[in-house]
Structures are given as C-alpha cells and as structure tokens.
Nanobody, 123 residues
C-alpha cells in the first residue's frame, strides 16, 4: 500500500502564502498522478490541482488558477502545492491522493489518500 502524508498546513493571514508537501512511502510514487483536494466545513470535497506522473501535465480548479502551483520531485518522493495570495475561501482540510490515471479531478480514480492537513486563512 502507498502511504501519503501531507504537511505544511497552518494558519496564515489573507494574502499570505503556504507550501504544502505530500510525501510518499514508496518509490512507485513515480507511477502515480498526484492530486490535491480540499474540504471546507459544510462543503463537498473538491479538486484543487493535480499533476501527472512525470509532471508534464497539470490541472487547476478555476478558483485557484494564477495563485496555486503544483509541482513534483519524484527523486524526493514529494509533490508540492505552492499557495499564494491566500483567501479565507481557501480554508479547509487539504488532502493529497494518488491515481494511476492522469491529472484529473475524478476522485474515484484516486486509490490512496493522505490524512489531510489543515489550512486556515484568516481575514
């Protein structure tokens, strides 16, 4: 089983930046697309960004385009989500997940999920 662990969440003021990291337990992370999803209180979990296995294709939710950047370093078994110009609406629990498909927001395609990391953006 592939274990994923998120880190880097925390409390930040509006306009601030945060970088989330997703660490994988196995070298086979390179076989997977990695997606970031988030869930705010009282809302459905939604796709934020995803990157394919070699990093050549990325997708972003419209709400984060121009502010967030996803990247990966397979040698380090890490996927990152750089979050800039944060807004209170970005508050939620952020999860990384691994898929054997491409960079999509189809949650059923993601086989492994991390435990989540809390991001809180205060106004």
């Amino acid at each position: 089983q592939l274990q994923l662990v998120e880190s880097g969440g925390g409390l930040v003021h509006t306009g601030g930046s945060l970088r989330l990291s997703c660490a994988a337990s196995r070298s086979t992370m390179e076989d997977y697309a990695i997606g970031w999803f988030r869930q705010a209180p009282g809302k459905e979990r939604e796709g934020v960004s995803s990157i394919n296995n070699v990093g050549g294709s990325t997708v972003y939710a419209d709400s984060v385009k121009g502010r967030f950047t996803i990247s990966r370093d397979n040698a380090k078994r890490r996927v990152y989500l750089q979050m800039n110009s944060l807004k209170p609406e970005d508050t939620g629990v952020y999860y990384c997940a691994a898929s054997l498909f491409g960079a999509t927001f189809v949650q059923s395609e993601y086989d492994f999920w991390g435990q989540g990391t809390q991001v809180t953006v205060s106004s």
